[in-house]
């Protein structure tokens, strides 16, 4: 499968711990985004890369939330001390530049992080 | 800001009948604006895009939508409908300048398509 993977695709925690999620995306695409959705809603944009640099970062990326892509090809986002408001599902997308158009986002199946 | 209303929450059609899902949206200048379709337990898919030229795009398993500018609506359509079209549709739109690279999404709407 030469989509966009991401793992781990469940994750249970406590409240306070810290949990790492990681994204690999498709392997010729410069641009990665993260996005959030919870029950209900569609996805709620967070951050976006272009290659290693971080371009753009939503205001809903408190500073509990750190994303990294250090290669510029797999992507890790971070939550330290989560809150039972952090439960959702944790979407990573990929995109490619080419002929300076617009190209559509292909996202991956998402982390489903769960707070107690 | 940018913005997307889908009105409808869900939409219920019988099989072989035609389907439209709504979507309106708000941008400054002219918009890039997408359909994807998310079924359970699973990530979104890609269905189409609207850049632009002509108003109306053709994409994946036979969902077509109509750009209206002066109605700033993007609607997704099929002739027939399918059982297998039920999923969760969102439309996303993003500025064509500006705006940096991120999508806003609207809240979906969820097809049923019963025989």
């Known amino acids: 499968d030469t989509g966009v993977s991401q793992d781990p695709r469940h994750k249970i925690t406590k409240r306070g711990q810290n949990v790492t999620f990681r994204c690999d995306p498709i392997?010729?695409?410069?641009?990665l985004y993260w996005y959030r959705q919870t029950l209900g809603q569609g996805p709620e944009f967070l951050t976006y890369?272009?290659?290693?640099?971080?371009?753009?970062k939503s205001r809903l990326l408190s500073d509990r939330f750190s994303a990294e892509r250090p290669k510029g090809s797999f992507s890790t986002l971070e939550i330290q001390r989560t809150e039972q408001g952090d439960s959702a599902m944790y979407l990573c997308?990929?995109?490619?530049?080419?002929?300076?158009?617009?190209?559509?986002?292909?996202f991956g199946p998402g982390t489903r992080l769960t707070v107690l | 800001a940018q913005s997307v209303a889908q009105p409808e929450d869900q939409v219920n059609v019988a099989e072989g009948n035609p389907l439209t899902v709504k979507c309106t949206y708000s941008?400054?200048?002219?918009?890039?604006l997408f359909w994807y379709v998310q079924y359970p337990n699973r990530g979104l898919q890609f269905l189409l895009k609207?850049?632009?030229?002509?108003?109306l795009v053709k994409g994946s398993y036979g969902f077509e939508a109509e750009f209206n500018k002066s109605q700033t609506s993007f609607h997704l359509k099929k002739p027939s409908a399918l059982v297998s079209d039920s999923a969760l549709y969102f439309c996303?739109?993003?500025?064509?300048?500006?705006?940096?690279?991120?999508?806003?999404f609207g809240t979906g709407t969820q097809l049923k398509v019963e025989l």
């Open positions: 392997s010729e695409h410069n641009r």
């Open positions: 997308a990929s995109s490619a530049i080419s002929g300076g158009a617009y190209n559509e986002q292909f």
């Open positions: 890369f272009q290659n290693e640099a971080q371009l753009e």
């Open positions: 996303a739109v993003r500025p064509f300048t500006g705006g940096g690279n991120k999508l806003t």
């Open positions: 941008v400054s200048g002219n918009p890039y």
């Open positions: 609207y850049i632009t030229g002509d108003n």
